[in-house]
């Protein structure tokens, strides 16, 4: 069982800048591809950002040069440094672990809200 728990969500203008946390429990977290999802309102939830368990990361083609993900094995932890961001990037954002079909987990999402 993994545990996921996203900070780092809130407010910001068009071009600002903001990190997501993702704090995993877990011993075996090293093992797992983590990744950023997000769901806009009245839109299927998509994949953002992904990195596995060695750091080969891919992007959607929506946020590629200017969000970039990152994990630190050490202390569980993955995040999603984002720039530029664009009112489209509004949007409650979700961390994802996994590392098989019976192996998914989920966090509660963190709202993320860009103002024109």
């Known amino acids: 069982q993994v545990r996921l728990v996203e900070s780092g969500g809130g407010l910001v203008q068009s071009g600002g800048s903001l990190t997501l946390s993702c704090a995993a429990s877990?011993?075996?977290?090293?093992?797992?591809?983590m990744g950023w999802y997000r769901q806009a309102p009245g839109k299927q939830r998509e994949l953002v950002a992904r990195?596995?368990?060695?750091?080969?990361?891919n992007y959607s083609d929506s946020v590629k040069g200017r969000f970039t993900i990152s994990r630190d094995n050490a202390k569980n932890m993955v995040y999603l440094q984002m720039n530029s961001l664009k009112p489209e990037d509004t949007a409650v954002y979700y961390c994802?672990?996994?590392?098989?079909?019976?192996?998914?987990?989920w966090g509660q999402g963190t709202q993320v809200t860009v103002s024109s």
């Open positions: 994802n672990g996994n590392r098989g079909p019976h192996y998914d987990y």
């Open positions: 990195i596995t368990n060695i750091g080969s990361a």
């Open positions: 877990g011993s075996i977290f090293s093992i797992y591809t």
